[in-house]
């Protein structure tokens, strides 16, 4: 931005129809421009022009602020008087003019579908609800703004005052005021898949689990159904999401995954044969992996390696951990199977980072001496610290996606965040 100083500018006070200052606010925010320079550019070309453009419905019109170069307004105020409209007149069509000339940015999309393996053996820890919550952070509308918290105070972690003498240890400041900025949804084409049989995933979402004795995604990766796999995938309906965020619900007869793919062929890449004829149809496919460490879970790993013509870090594993004790050794054996199919396939396996769920500072320093543990590992790095909040627990309880039940709440704006992080 080639914005003048804050001093070579003056604040002037007009008026603005309120839809166009809310077209205003959602196309600055999704060019990444100020108000203030899209107001001035909006004038310059108004003056530019060689008559007046049409006249635009300015009823309505309410107080509007902003900051120009010293002097635009003065001119503005002349031409507008030499066009014979009024300055809220002039400055309206400016603002028009502004957005013809501005157009919304296209979505961009990957080349290759974005595969991210949420993952963890350890049950309870957010898999699910860190993989619907991201999903429906991808999805959301890109022609509306949603408050996210940028991702700054990652970084702020500051000697913990009761921390044992003699030990090190850090805390992480949920003092610290939360830095929010609205931003345009991200827009992308979603596919959530409920790998497992227990169909948490489905059911939080409202959703029916698929009947047993019918097709199943297990059947698709024993290679045995009689449908086609996009048969199975449902809409999670909500303005919000248009028709963006889809479901492949669990079925029971997941429990036998493993028990299936003993007698199948590659079986790794059971997962990559089921999903490859929809993969066409999204821009990410999150995979809800089950707590376990089973031929199932070689499969995802297998499902989220880099492919050839992939950009490290697009697809990959995410490891969803809390700040206690138990979680470590449960990621010891998680990073083990995911180094050992690694090595022995010859595979690129990227980590997407570790999101230390359900944090809460005050439980004191186990809980933040386990954080900086996280911390402290830094490949993979923590990418998002989420924090224990009844809305995630009370959108479960309801059966409503998080993003419909509290999407301003602080849980909805952590993983909009995530999101972004993992872009
Ligand atoms: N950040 C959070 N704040 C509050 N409750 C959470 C949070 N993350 C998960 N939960 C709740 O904890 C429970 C376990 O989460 P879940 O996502 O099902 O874990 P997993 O898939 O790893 O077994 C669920 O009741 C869920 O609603
Ligand atoms: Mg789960």
């Not at 205003?24 to 070309?45: M, N």
């Not at 049989?197 to 698929?210: A, N, R, W």
């Not at 889809?246 to 003993?262: E, I, K, M, Y």
């Not at 199932?296 to 490290?312: H, K, V």
Request: charged content about 25%.
């Amino acid at each position: 931005m080639t914005s003048p100083s804050q001093s070579d500018r003056e604040k002037v006070v007009s008026k603005l129809p309120p839809w166009l200052r809310q077209e205003l606010k959602i196309r600055t925010a999704q060019l990444r421009v100020d108000i203030q320079d899209a107001v001035h550019q909006g004038i310059a070309h108004w003056s530019a022009l060689a008559s007046a453009p049409s006249p635009v419905d300015t009823s309505g019109a309410e107080s509007f602020s902003t900051w120009l170069p010293i002097g635009q307004w003065e001119s503005f105020r002349a031409a507008s008087k030499d066009r014979g409209v009024s300055l809220i007149q002039g400055l309206a069509q400016a603002v028009h003019l502004w957005l013809e000339m501005n157009p919304a940015p296209t979505v961009k999309r990957p080349s290759v579908v974005r595969r991210i393996v949420v993952c963890n053996q350890k049950g309870g820890v957010g898999k699910t609800a860190i993989t619907a919550g991201t999903a429906e952070a991808l999805a959301e509308d890109p022609s509306t703004l949603h408050p996210v918290r940028v991702a700054r105070q990652l970084a702020r972690l500051s000697p913990a005052s009761d921390e044992p003498t003699g030990e090190r240890g850090a805390s992480y400041s949920e003092t610290t005021p939360v830095d929010l900025e609205d931003l345009p949804g991200l827009g992308m084409r979603v596919l959530l898949v409920d790998f497992d049989p227990q169909g948490h995933l489905t059911k939080q979402l409202g959703q029916q689990p698929l009947p047993i004795g019918g097709d199943s995604l297990t059947c698709h990766m024993a290679g045995e159904a009689k449908g086609p796999l996009t048969d199975l995938i449902v809409p999670v309906p909500d303005d919000r999401f248009g028709d963006r965020l889809h479901l492949l619900p669990a079925c029971t007869d997941a429990f036998l995954l493993d028990v299936r793919l003993s007698t199948v062929r590659a079986r790794e890449a059971a997962l990559e044969r089921a999903l490859a004829p929809v993969e066409a149809d999204y821009d990410v496919i999150l995979i809800d992996c089950p707590p376990s460490l089973g031929l199932s879970m070689d499969a995802a790993i297998y499902y989220g390696r880099r492919r050839d013509t992939e950009q490290p870090g697009a697809s990959g594993a995410l490891i969803v951990v809390q700040a206690e004790d138990s979680s470590a050794d449960a990621y010891d054996l998680l990073t083990s199977q995911i180094n050992d199919l690694r090595d022995d396939l010859s595979l690129d396996i990227d980590y997407l980072g570790l999101v230390v769920n359900l944090y809460d500072g005050r439980r004191g320093y186990i809980a933040t001496s386990s954080l900086q543990a996280w911390m402290d590992i830094k490949d993979p790095r923590v990418v998002a610290i989420v924090p224990d909040l009844k809305e995630q627990r009370e959108a479960v309880r309801v059966k409503q996606p998080l993003f419909v039940y509290a999407p301003k709440g602080d849980q909805a704006v952590a993983l909009r965040a995530l999101a972004r992080e993992i872009s």
